[in-house]
């Protein structure tokens, strides 16, 4: 056969052979060390430093697109090239040589540029003359040249064929009258061999005149594998990364195997170092990594020594050869993960379709359509992938970054950005689309209320939430991609109840205010978690008033956040907001109710403090002075400092709150109209001992004082400084009475004498929905710490028979309940009594809102309505049991319709006397049931059962991921521990199955940590003290840390102290009333 025969024959073969040989050429005139071209030059030093380009202009990323006319010879392209500038300059420099350019654009901006052809260069300027400042530029530059009569850059070439004809690449078009079929197909098939070897040539040639500022030394890079005996020596910790190192840029590449649940990953870091090093420190954590390399910004491999994993510190410690000089890097890592096992990192999930299908990735549905939100180019990659680019990020922090791929659907909606219309989409699994409506339209609301309140434009393009089957948090704010548990981000009418509803939407404002609180500024070290969640916690009440105005949510702000708070923080097991945290662990922890609530609760009582006007403005200025940067405490105090002026020293008022744990109690003298008040620490324990010496202001506090009379609430700011003794204020002449602490904006107690503790409950109904929640609340709280008689409170409580408001019922509901617990198993008698004094109270309320709704019932009459139900149906109020019980039979045998509001009464006491095979029905109810709400509210009414047998397998159930999702396991066992039959149960199975829990969800699933204080709350016994300090003892990580199992021994022993002290007294009152 001959040549040309055989190419004919194997188009494809020759395609690829040439292609292969143009590939090894590229690859080795990249390898080529052009040291000694650099030696043979014979241009002296100065002249040589002209064509050297400034240093303190770094580029980082070049994106250039070619466009070669092959008829006409010429070509157009255009170059996105991304520079880091280290210092102010008037200029930009870059090497361009034989190009004509059309247009360069500055950030999208229209810039001046001029050419010097001598020394290869092209100067960009702005079009004001002004400076380019610090930070991250892209250039933009638009070009067109001549590939004709060069044999250097972007040239044409052509060749003769057989016949002698003159044949230029761009002519072989295999026009049918032209050609000779054996021949000119040859032709064709060899030019366009040879075309690509040129075209690789060219391209190089291209490469090295673009880059010739940074090509001084082309790299040989080299890698090495990870030392897997991972520090044999005793360790170094690394408990927080170098600050000389800093991350400029990420480009991830990430190979997802869905069917396999593994992944495969490249990451190229773009760092800039500022001091002498040996090493390069990261993160990483559950990655195999496979090479790492190290290349200097000149493009030279950089010598690797080491490269070991700390797995305690969950980093990965890279040790150079030689010392790593200041400047920028990049740094290549190769990694693999599998997905499956833990949900956090990179894991897969699945869900349920409504007619029962289950939805995994395996090989028959590998197939279905993906999504990956928002990527700007899609490409085949290969029959089953697809290569998916995104946009660069704005600066952000890491844990900020979320990516997703799925077979999702979503509805779409927009918000105004100052102007500009930014798409808001909803995602969910298909079977759910219809119960993303709502999520779109609160967050439009919220997110519009939050660029007018801080007058910061959202700095992101666009906006996706999505609800996710397995998700190991309620939410997280992902920038631009926020994530959610579907209880979080799914509402119908249809099916879930007004409280569903409400947590939708304070979930959606939460989320979406770390936008501004967390993403766009962020805390510098997790120490100061409190500025990202305590805010979000705060001005997510804002957020939902504004989207819904009559669900009174800052009234709520007292049953939400601020009385659980006040509780943990009245504990020796507290801590403060502000403290140290360095490991893994210490970060995991940190994230509780003091981040949180104590957080939001003090940043409320600033903002009353000061004004709202001048927090408002104070929070915009911090906002834009740190924006995509970093803060402390200090840097937000002293903006809200700026506005107030001199009449307030805030920092040091909140610094009484923030670096101390706990708060102060005022205890108030009377003397006619006059009121003396001193403070101490708050502690629920009154023979808990403590330090003073350990805080620097000895536990006493700046504490702003407001009050209201019938006359009206005070004006004047009132501070209780930490340095004084005490603190008088009288009350006006005219005043019939005075309430401290109006609208419980502050966070501290206030204690009276008695005669003003009967003035206030007198006047009840005369007080505000928040006065009167907070009067119910704190009377309960400081009688429960020695310090008021509990005949004040129990009082206080004969006013709920014309309460008809949902705030007040909720916390009295809770503090009625706690008593009734106490109470439970230790004096039938007195229990009944007890039961039958809260059903008295119960039924005015109880007819009044009765199990019948009305369509036009507000928002916060059907919460009202629920927990008032609730309470009399906890107390055995003989008509509440009936009804529930009736619609629970009706409901299991016709499978008819149950009230959204009200299904999880009826399942819960319906299923108390049910019988095993109702049981079993009940379950396999549960197993079809999709929607994430539904089956949370089955499953309370599972564990609720009262037979014994049927609990201890429902434990073991649970296990099953098939039956329980990952997400809702700790769930299931706290519903258990809550049924009285349950809890001792469940702390069996939880003490023998210690070492199946860590390693299933990782002492870090910060869910296992609040187990222990979670099922052991209960306990009351010297017995149970004893257990969870031998059970501490053999797991000494249990419990989320040593805090955490603090506060749970501390809790069984106030329950154990309550029990001794309190009981015969409110015993008696009950007898007597």
């Known amino acids: 056969?001959?040549?040309?025969?055989?190419?004919?024959?194997?188009?494809?073969?020759?395609?690829?052979?040439?292609?292969?040989?143009?590939?090894?050429?590229?690859?080795?005139?990249?390898?080529?060390?052009?040291?000694?071209?650099?030696?043979?030059?014979?241009?002296?030093?100065?002249?040589?430093?002209?064509?050297?380009?400034?240093?303190?202009?770094?580029?980082?990323?070049?994106?250039?697109?070619?466009?070669?006319?092959?008829?006409?010879?010429?070509?157009?392209?255009?170059?996105?090239?991304?520079?880091?500038?280290?210092?102010?300059?008037?200029?930009?420099?870059?090497?361009?040589?034989?190009?004509?350019?059309?247009?360069?654009?500055?950030?999208?901006?229209?810039?001046?540029?001029?050419?010097?052809?001598?020394?290869?260069?092209?100067?960009?300027?702005?079009?004001?003359?002004?400076?380019?400042?610090?930070?991250?530029?892209?250039?933009?530059?638009?070009?067109?040249?001549?590939?004709?009569?060069?044999?250097?850059?972007?040239?044409?070439?052509?060749?003769?064929?057989?016949?002698?004809?003159?044949?230029?690449?761009?002519?072989?078009?295999?026009?049918?009258k032209t050609r000779k079929k054996s021949n000119k197909t040859v032709a064709c098939l060899v030019s366009c061999c040879l075309f690509l070897l040129i075209v690789c040539g060219c391209l190089i040639t291209a490469l090295v005149f673009v880059g010739k500022h940074i090509l001084y030394n082309s790299p040989n890079v080299t890698t090495k594998s990870v030392d897997r005996n991972v520090f044999s020596e005793p360790q170094r910790s690394y408990k927080r990364l170098p600050r000389d190192t800093e991350p400029l840029l990420y480009n991830l590449t990430l190979l997802p195997d869905l069917p396999k649940g593994l992944y495969k990953g490249l990451v190229n870091i773009t760092i800039s170092v500022s001091s002498h090093r040996k090493d390069v420190i990261i993160h990483s954590k559950n990655l195999t990594i496979s090479d790492v390399s190290l290349v200097t910004s000149d493009l030279v491999s950089f010598p690797i020594l080491t490269i070991k994993e700390n797995v305690a510190d969950e980093v990965l410690v890279i040790t150079t050869r030689q010392k790593i000089v200041p400047g920028v890097y990049y740094l290549f890592i190769k990694f693999e993960g599998r997905m499956f096992g833990k949900l956090s990192g990179f894991y897969r999930s699945h869900y349920k379709k409504s007619d029962g299908e289950m939805r995994v990735p395996n090989n028959r549905t590998y197939k279905f359509k993906l999504l990956a939100f928002s990527g700007i180019k899609t490409e085949d990659y290969d029959d089953t992938h697809q290569l998916i680019s995104f946009e660069e990020t704005v600066s952000m922090s890491t844990y900020l970054s979320c990516f997703i791929v799925s077979d999702f659907a979503h509805t779409e909606n927009s918000f105004d950005n100052k102007g500009q219309i930014i798409p808001l989409k909803v995602y969910a699994s298909p079977d759910n689309l219809n119960k993303t409506t709502y999520a779109g339209e609160v967050g439009k609301k919220v997110i519009e209320y939050y660029i007018d309140y801080f007058n910061i434009k959202y700095p992101l393009p666009k906006l996706d939430m999505v609800a996710i089957p397995d998700f190991v948090s309620g939410a997280m704010e992902h920038w631009g991609l926020v994530t959610y548990r579907e209880t979080a981000l799914l509402y119908t009418g249809t099916t879930h109840s007004s409280a569903n509803k409400q947590r939708v939407a304070t979930v959606v404002a939460h989320e979406l205010a770390h936008s501004w609180f967390g993403n766009l500024v962020t805390m510098d070290w997790w120490n100061d978690l409190w500025l990202n969640e305590g805010f979000a916690s705060y001005i997510e009440y804002k957020g939902t008033n504004a989207a819904e105005p009559t669900w009174g949510m800052l009234d709520q702000f007292l049953t939400g956040d601020l009385h659980s708070v006040l509780n943990l923080d009245a504990t020796l097991s507290s801590h403060p907001i502000v403290q140290t945290v360095l490991t893994p662990d210490q970060i995991t922890e940190i994230f509780d109710t003091i981040s949180y609530n104590k957080g939001a609760s003090i940043l409320r009582m600033l903002e009353s403090t000061v004004g709202e006007k001048n927090f408002q403005e104070g929070v915009k200025n911090y906002l834009d002075k740190y924006a995509y940067s970093n803060a402390v405490t200090k840097d937000f105090l002293t903006e809200i400092q700026s506005v107030v002026g001199n009449k307030l020293d805030v920092a040091q008022m909140m610094e009484t709150f923030t670096v101390q744990m706990g708060y102060p109690i005022l205890t108030a003298t009377v003397s006619g109209n006059e009121y003396t008040f001193t403070q101490k620490r708050f502690l629920k324990d009154p023979n808990a001992t403590f330090d003073e010496s350990e805080s620097t202001y000895k536990y006493k506090w700046t504490v702003p004082i407001t009050y209201v009379t019938d006359l009206g609430k005070s004006q004047d700011l009132i501070l209780f400084k930490y340095n004084d003794d005490k603190l008088k204020i009288k009350k006006p002449e005219e005043a019939k009475w005075i309430k401290f602490n109006h609208d419980q904006v502050g966070y501290y107690r206030v204690n009276y004498p008695s005669q003003q503790w009967d003035e206030l409950n007198s006047n009840y109904h005369s007080l505000s929905v928040a006065d009167r929640t907070h009067i119910l609340e704190e009377s309960f709280s400081v009688a429960e710490a020695g310090q008021l008689s509990y005949e004040i409170p129990l009082g206080l409580t004969k006013n709920l028979d014309k309460e008809m408001d949902y705030v007040p019922w909720s916390v009295a509901s809770t503090k009625l309940l706690s008593i009734l617990r106490y109470l439970t198993g230790s004096n039938s008698a007195q229990e009944e009594k007890f039961k039958d004094y809260v059903g008295k109270i119960c039924t005015p309320a109880y007819k009044n809102f009765t199990w019948s709704e009305n369509e036009n019932d507000s928002h916060l009459r059907r919460l009202a309505r629920i927990e008032v139900l609730n309470l009399a149906c906890a107390a055995d109020h003989e008509n509440c049991l009936t009804e529930a019980q009736n619609q629970f039979n009706n409901w299991i045998s016709t499978k008819g319709q149950l009230s959204q509001d009200l299904r999880g009464l009826v399942y819960n006491y319906g299923m108390k006397k049910a019988n095993e095979s109702v049981w079993n029905e009940l379950l396999e109810i549960y197993k079809q049931e999709s929607d994430a709400n539904e089956k949370l509210k089955l499953m309370r009414g599972l564990a609720s059962t009262e037979n014994v047998t049927i609990l201890t397998g429902l434990i073991d159930l649970a296990k099953d991921e098939n039956v329980v999702r990952g997400q809702d396991y700790f769930t299931v066992l706290q519903y258990i521990s809550i049924n009285p039959l349950g809890t001792e149960l469940v702390w069996q199975w939880v003490r023998n199955n210690w070492e199946y829990l860590v390693n299933r969800f990782t002492l870090n699933d910060r869910y296992l940590g609040s187990l222990i204080p979670a099922i052991t709350g209960r306990f009351a016994t010297e017995e149970k003290i004893t257990e969870m300090k031998t059970f501490f003892e053999k797991y000494p990580e249990a419990g989320a840390g040593k805090a955490s199992r603090a506060k749970a021994l501390e809790t069984v022993q106030n329950n154990i102290r309550w029990l001794s002290t309190y009981k015969e007294t409110v015993e008696n009152w009950i007898s007597s009333t």
């Open 1 to 176: 056969m001959s040549l040309s025969g055989w190419l004919l024959q194997h188009k494809l073969l020759t395609f690829l052979i040439v292609a292969t040989t143009a590939l090894g050429i590229s690859t080795t005139i990249l390898g080529v060390d052009n040291t000694n071209l650099r030696r043979s030059t014979t241009k002296s030093p100065n002249t040589m430093s002209k064509y050297r380009l400034p240093r303190n202009v770094i580029p980082l990323v070049y994106d250039l697109y070619l466009y070669p006319n092959l008829t006409t010879g010429l070509f157009t392209g255009k170059v996105n090239v991304d520079v880091k500038i280290l210092s102010e300059t008037d200029s930009i420099n870059l090497h361009s040589n034989s190009l004509t350019i059309d247009e360069v654009k500055i950030d999208s901006v229209i810039g001046g540029y001029t050419l010097n052809p001598t020394y290869e260069l092209l100067t960009i300027t702005k079009p004001d003359s002004s400076l380019f400042n610090v930070g991250n530029t892209r250039l933009q530059i638009d070009f067109r040249g001549d590939m004709k009569n060069r044999i250097v850059g972007l040239y044409t070439s052509s060749y003769k064929s057989a016949n002698e004809d003159n044949r230029s690449m761009s002519l072989c078009n295999n026009d049918e």
